[in-house]
């Protein structure tokens, strides 16, 4: 006998309640509404689930190190992960690597949060019981959606500003502007050079305290500083020349 396909099995059972006598048929649709019924349609799906939750969780427990190592190599490339549909990418990498490599929905669903928690955990680390700088703009991505990009870093001791950066900077964009020159504002350079001043001639006090016009507690700060290390400051003062236009 012929194997019946499940739609045309299932036409078959319908034919055949519908020929059932009216009598019977009541009976059986009165056995489909009862509670025990549904208990029992209800305790079928949720073991589906339950199965189709367990196949998962075996799926992301066996996870592979190349799978991982090649999704952190991607971000951290700032490479978009369709890339990974790209058919003379994939080959290249499976004639270089000899692995086979998984598809973008793979790496999305299955790697990519664990590359997040990975970041975060690595971040917290690096600013735990640090004092720390956040930056945060609002930009749009390709496809037009608001969204917000944050950067958080720590406040060294031995930094007083972003000037390293900056300069740091600049020789990087120099590269694509040859005829961009670097020039030190006069203040900064002031600035710095006081800083070398201290740290040459009073290395074991602090640098002074700034004061901000709007907080009143800075200003009672800075007194407390002067008068406390008035006879070193002092000092520093005397040592400048009087007919020097800085000073």
């Not at 339950?50 to 190349?66: C, D, I, P, R, V």
């Not at 005829?179 to 006090?205: D, Q, S, W, Y």
Request: hydrophobic content about 35%; some cysteine; overall charge positive.
């Amino acid at each position: 006998m012929p194997k019946q396909s499940s739609s045309r099995r299932l036409k078959s059972l319908i034919s055949e309640f519908v020929k059932v006598d009216p009598e019977r048929r009541s009976s059986i649709t009165q056995h489909i509404k009862t509670e025990k019924r549904r208990r029992a349609m209800e305790r079928q799906l949720n073991q589906k689930a339950k199965n189709s939750q367990q196949l998962l969780t075996n799926l992301t427990s066996k996870k592979s190190t190349f799978n991982m190592d090649l999704c952190r190599a991607l971000i951290s490339a700032n490479i978009p992960l369709n890339k990974l549909q790209n058919t003379e990418f994939r080959q290249f990498l499976q004639l270089y690597t000899q692995k086979d490599v998984p598809t973008e929905s793979t790496i999305r669903k299955f790697y990519l949060d664990d590359c997040y928690e990975e970041m975060m955990k690595n971040i917290r680390q690096r600013v735990f019981l640090k004092k720390i700088w956040i930056s945060i703009d609002e930009t749009t991505d390709a496809e037009g959606r608001q969204i917000a990009n944050a950067i958080i870093g720590t406040l060294e001791e031995n930094r007083a500003d972003v000037a390293p950066y900056m300069v740091k900077c600049g020789k990087s964009l120099n590269a694509l502007y040859s005829k961009m020159i670097h020039v030190t504002c006069a203040a900064h350079g002031l600035h710095r050079t006081c800083e070398e001043i201290f740290k040459t001639h009073v290395p074991n006090i602090p640098l002074p305290p700034e004061s901000v016009i709007t907080r009143w507690g800075t200003w009672l700060n800075a007194s407390i500083y002067y008068c406390e290390y008035y006879k070193e400051i002092y000092e520093i003062v005397e040592m400048l020349n009087s007919e020097d236009a800085s000073v």
